[in-house]
Antibody
Framework: EVQLVESGGGLVKPGGSLRLSCAAS????????MNWVRQAPGKGLEWVSS????????YYADSVKGRFTISRDNAKNSLYLQMNSLRAEDTAVYYC?????????????WGQGTLVTVSS | DIQMTQSPSSLSASVGDRVTITCQAS??????LNWYQQKPGKAPKLLIY???NLETGVPSRFSGSGSGTDFTFTISSLQPEDIATYYC?????????FGGGTKVEIK
C-alpha cells in the first residue's frame, strides 16, 4: 500500500524557516517524481514544487521561488521541503504527493498533509 | 503560467441529478487535464486524467471530456457521497496549476 507521511509542520514567525519531510513507503520511491502542494485555510489547491525521480528536474511556483527548496533522498525514501523567509501567506496545509508512473503532473497519491502556520 | 478558470464555484443539486462543471485553460493544453475530488478534511483524490480517462476504481458515473482550452466534468447521477469540492488541474506545463474549485452540495 502506498503511504506518504508528512511531518515538520508547526507555528513559525514571519521570516523564519521550517523543513518539511515526507516519508514514502509501499512503492519504489526512486522511480517516481514527487510534488508538494499546499492549501491555505478555506482556499483551493496550489502547486508548490516538483522534483523528478533522480532530482535532475526541479520546478517551483513563482510564489515560492528563491525561498523554498525541494530535495529528496532516494536511499531514505524521503522527500523534503526547506522553507525560508516564511510569510503569513505561506500558512497552509502542505501535502506530499506522488506523480503517476509515466504521467508527470498526474498526482495519484497524496499524504494526509502537515499544517504550517506563519504568525507572530 | 497557464491559468485555469473553473465554473461554477459552487452548485446545489438533488440526488440523481446530472452535474456539470467546466474548466477553461488560458492557452491550449491539449488533453493534459486532470480532475480531483476533495472531501472536507481529506486529501484530494484523482478521478480523471488525460481529460477523459477514469482512474482505476472510480465509479463510472464520473466522466470528463474536452481538449485544447475547454473541458467538462460530469457526474451523471449525483450521489450523497459525491459531496465534495472538485478541482481541475493542467499538466501541459511543468508549473502545474489548479482551477479554483467547485463545491458540490445536495439540495
Amino acid at each position: 500500500e502506498v503511504q506518504l507521511v508528512e511531518s515538520g509542520g508547526g507555528l513559525v514567525k514571519p521570516g523564519g524557516s521550517l523543513r518539511l519531510s515526507c516519508a514514502a513507503s509501499g512503492f519504489t520511491f526512486s522511480s517516481y517524481s514527487m510534488n508538494w502542494v499546499r492549501q491555505a485555510p478555506g482556499k483551493g489547491l496550489e502547486w508548490v514544487s516538483s522534483i523528478s525521480s533522480s532530482s535532475s528536474y526541479i520546478y517551483y511556483a513563482d510564489s515560492v521561488k528563491g525561498r523554498f527548496t525541494i530535495s529528496r533522498d532516494n536511499a531514505k525514501n524521503s522527500l523534503y521541503l526547506q522553507m525560508n523567509s516564511l510569510r503569513a501567506e505561506d500558512t497552509a496545509v502542505y501535502y506530499c504527493a506522488r506523480d503517476s508512473s509515466g504521467y508527470l503532473g498526474v498526482v495519484d497519491y497524496w499524504g494526509q498533509g502537515t499544517l504550517v502556520t506563519v504568525s507572530s | 503560467d497557464i491559468q485555469m478558470t473553473q465554473s461554477p464555484s459552487s452548485l446545489s443539486a438533488s440526488v440523481g441529478d446530472r452535474v456539470t462543471i467546466t474548466c477553461q485553460a488560458s492557452q491550449d493544453i491539449s488533453n493534459y487535464l486532470n480532475w480531483y475530488q476533495q472531501k472536507p478534511g481529506k486529501a484530494p483524490k484523482l478521478l480523471i486524467y488525460d481529460a477523459s480517462n477514469l482512474e482505476t476504481g472510480v465509479p463510472s458515473r464520473f466522466s470528463g471530456s474536452g481538449s485544447g482550452t475547454d473541458f467538462t466534468f460530469t457526474i451523471s447521477s449525483l450521489q450523497p457521497e459525491d459531496i465534495a469540492t472538485y478541482y481541475c488541474q493542467q499538466y501541459d506545463n511543468p508549473l502545474l496549476t489548479f482551477g479554483g474549485g467547485t463545491k458540490v452540495e445536495i439540495k
